[in-house]
């Protein structure tokens, strides 16, 4: 009984959910993000969205997953900024393929 309770534990913990990857690239975009910004110490993240490309500039790579975080932190002079982060990765998440930030507008309240 002994090993079979272990057995069914040890097969547990081996299972990766799709929830965990998900969770995984997050924050993997969260850091490639935050080493674009490695002069902020501190961002609060206000909107996040994923999304799966139908298209992209290189035929080879099919369907990659885009993340796209909206932030927000002050600058140097106090001013708060508003800025939208897109994360690009494979259709495999285990790879990034582009980081992007834009200016974005505050939200509407």
């Not at 035929?59 to 885009?66: K, M, N, Q």
């Not at 002079?77 to 505050?106: H, M």
Request: charge should be neutral.
């Amino acid at each position: 009984m002994r090993y079979i309770s272990c057995l069914l534990l040890l097969a547990l913990a081996a299972c990766e959910s799709q929830n965990y990857e998900a969770d995984k690239r997050q924050i993997l975009a969260k850091n490639a993000l935050r080493k674009q910004l490695r002069s902020f110490n501190e961002y609060s993240i206000i909107g996040f969205k994923e999304d799966t490309l139908q298209t992209w500039t290189d035929s080879v790579i099919i369907h990659p997953i885009r993340y796209s975080i909206n932030f927000n932190y002050k600058d140097s002079t106090g001013i708060l900024q508003y800025k939208t982060g897109e994360v690009t990765f494979t259709s495999q998440g285990n790879a990034i393929l582009r980081t992007q930030i834009t200016d974005s507008a505050p939200p509407s309240e």
